[in-house]
């Protein structure tokens, strides 16, 4: 066997289990990705390592902090071990010269040998690095997260292979894994000052990148996206449109043709038995259809109607009869009884999982931006949004072309069946699957040539790459196609004026929180209202509230001068939390009057106690939410929050807040 086959094969038997959540074209995602964590803080770690674990391409630590201690009780990826570092320093010294001059190209500050040892970015990069010897791993330490140039390092990164981003960016790479080349590039920040956490959602916003900005504040954690739109071609939705879409009420050529070929009559009792239910609601169906024929013509009153399919309550009863009376022995064939039990399928499921949506796809083709004509760059016409938008125009003109049918899903649930029965019937939905799909392909390949001539007309303009995966998801899930838009944070903290609707759904969230949660003045929102309070705090003071005196604290010190000195700082803290509830016009709902703004100064209080304390349980939840979220983000799977999420550890509930 090559070495190649090998190294394939070792893989998939290493990544078995998750292969079957999001396939091999999600782990090949995973794998051609780099994500930069800015910030290697407890929850952003945590993050990381959920990625490690699944063998995430390759990490890239930038941080500006020297470990002490004290980083120890919050951060399990920060372990200061002071006995080998004389050992380690002697390794590492062979890097400084390199290191040296590629931080001179990139003007980044590097700092001496002795300093890069005790960095915290070295320090978690090597400890994640022990989860998966895959991962390939970088760290960079720089004197200071503010004056870094992130926007030239996202770029750089985009623009070169693994193997040179050693010598571009100056970062020190920390194992000889199998490098593999950067396709997929997600930047997390961690915890992370105000100033330094808009300037990297600014340089996001301007690159086209998507960024998860965590924050672990005392009990309450924030995990907040910033994306380009994404389009949504993998519905959350698959499995249950997978068993109702046996087309039933309008079965296709092949599946009439393996129904016409059993003889009910001369079936013996096991093969009566392993019938596939699908095909013993199509006998029913045409039964129930030929009585109800008959009934009509010969006058006789009948709970059937003369519509060709069962309507109202009596004709569902009667429809269920036929299927129990055709049984031979209803209590001992499971066959029959899941044609009961799934008996709704020939009449429920008609208009909703057969029929094309035609409704839902005009109001998605109105959000999605329309073709490009400034589009030069090969980048933004293959954005997710365009090419959402070719796929809705070829699905709708599919559906003119089959009286509004939706593009068969092509997948048949478990059923009690014999094998031989359960084949043929997997072949027919397959096989018609994969011809609606040709056809939607063509179709889109039509309407692209006749797009290429009108941009060639017009001088410009580039063709949109739909790849087949992209197209058979979108078939698969016609009925939750969405574009997801998250919010810019920049835009959050510095513009002037918030969208209505926006506002209206934060009123709502307040209003709901009050009326339906047993305790609401534990809503996430009005903890997240606090954190940005604090934020808010820090930009007016330089600091967190609560932190005061705490850097003149040593071990020795029994802090006895500084018990109550965090209060000082909680009437400047409820004034930023007034100013927060104000600009998010929240001041006339009554739980956010009554808890944050009129009643007591307890939240204030509370957050100035936790003086933006970083405690590992409340950092191992946002790091488990947001390695969800960019394993979503990276193999374009599964719905991402929209797009914040806000946990709160006092009452352990959480809730998503779109800003």
């Known amino acids: 066997m090559s070495t190649t086959s090998t190294t394939i094969d070792d893989t998939n038997n290493k990544y078995d289990r998750q292969l079957r959540l999001w396939g091999a074209a999600g782990q090949r995602r995973l794998g051609e990705t780099c994500v930069l964590l800015v910030g290697a803080s407890a929850c952003g770690t945590e993050a990381v390592k959920n990625l490690v674990l699944p063998g995430v391409g390759s990490v890239y630590i930038l941080d500006d902090v020297i470990a002490t201690t004290a980083d120890q009780a919050s951060n399990f990826f920060v372990v200061v071990n002071d006995d080998n570092e004389e050992q380690e320093q002697q390794r590492m010294q062979d890097d400084t010269a390199s290191d040296a001059a590629a931080a001179a190209n990139q003007d980044v500050s590097m700092t001496d040998s002795s300093t890069h040892f005790n960095s915290r970015a070295r320090i978690a990069m090597q400890l994640l690095q022990e989860l998966n010897p895959d991962v390939c791993g970088y760290y960079q330490h720089v004197e200071s997260l503010d004056a870094f140039d992130y926007a030239s390092l996202l770029r750089s990164l985009l623009q070169t292979q693994q193997q040179s981003m050693q010598s571009l960016t100056g970062a020190t790479r920390t194992n ?255 096989e018609q699957a994969q011809a609606d799909l040709r056809e939607v392909r063509q179709i889109l390949q039509q309407q692209q040539q006749q797009q290429q001539q009108q941009q060639e007309q017009q001088e410009g303009g580039a063709a949109i790459i739909v790849s087949d995966g992209e197209l058979v998801a979108a078939c698969r899930n016609v009925h939750t196609l969405d574009l997801l838009s998250p919010g810019s944070i920049f835009d959050e903290y510095v513009s002037t004026s918030i969208p209505n609707s926006i506002l209206q759904g934060l009123l709502e969230a307040a209003t709901d929180a009050a009326e339906d949660d047993e305790r609401p003045d534990q809503c996430p929102l009005l903890w997240y209202l606090g954190v940005q309070a604090c934020r808010l705090f820090h930009d007016q003071v330089g600091r967190y509230p609560g932190t005061i005196g705490l850097e003149n604290t040593n071990d020795n010190d029994d802090g006895s001068g500084n018990d109550q000195a965090y209060l000082q700082d909680v009437p400047l803290l409820q004034e930023c939390l007034a100013s927060m509830v104000g600009r998010y016009q929240l001041s006339d709902n009554k739980l956010v009057q009554e808890t944050l703004v009129a009643r007591s100064v307890d939240y204030a209080t509370e957050l100035t106690r936790w003086a933006n304390a970083e405690l590992h349980t409340i950092a191992s939840v946002v790091g488990g939410v947001a390695s969800q979220e960019a394993v979503k983000l990276i193999t374009g799977q599964y719905v991402p929050i929209d797009d914040c999420y806000v946990y709160n550890g006092i009452a352990s509930v959480a809730g998503v807040y779109k800003f």
């Open 176 to 430: 000889y894994a199998i490098v593999n080349s950067i396709n997929n590039l997600l930047v997390i920040a961690s915890d992370l000052p105000p100033s330094v956490a808009l300037s990297i959602a600014r340089a996001c916003h301007t690159v086209q990148i998507p960024l998860l900005s965590l924050q672990s504040y005392g009990l309450v954690g924030v995990v907040r996206l910033q994306s380009p739109p994404l389009a949504l071609l993998h519905g959350a939705a698959a499995n249950q449109q997978q068993a109702s879409d046996l087309r039933l009420t309008n079965p296709f050529h092949k599946m009439m043709q393996l129904y016409k070929n059993i003889d009910w009559d001369s079936l013996d009792d096991y093969s009566h038995q392993h019938v596939p239910y699908p095909l013993i609601l199509l006998h029913a169906l045409e039964t129930w259809r030929n009585n109800s024929k008959t009934t009509h013509e010969s006058g006789i009153s009948s709970h059937a109607s003369s519509s060709s399919l069962p309507s109202t309550p009596d004709e569902k009863k009667d429809f269920v009869e036929i299927i129990k009376r055709a049984s031979r022995n209803y209590d001992k064939e499971l066959n029959y009884q899941q044609a009961v039990q799934f008996c709704h399928f020939c009449y429920a499921s008609a208009a909703t999982q057969t029929e094309l949506p035609h409704e839902h796809l005009q109001q998605l083709l109105a959000k999605l931006p329309a073709t490009n004509d400034d589009a030069g760059a090969a980048e933004s016409v293959n954005s997710s949004s365009c090419k959402l938008r070719v796929i809705v125009l070829a699905l709708l003109e599919f559906g003119k072309l089959h009286y509004n049918q939706a593009p068969l899903h092509g997948g048949i649930p478990d059923m009690a069946s014999s094998t031989s029965m359960y084949v043929q019937l997997q072949n027919a939905y397959r």
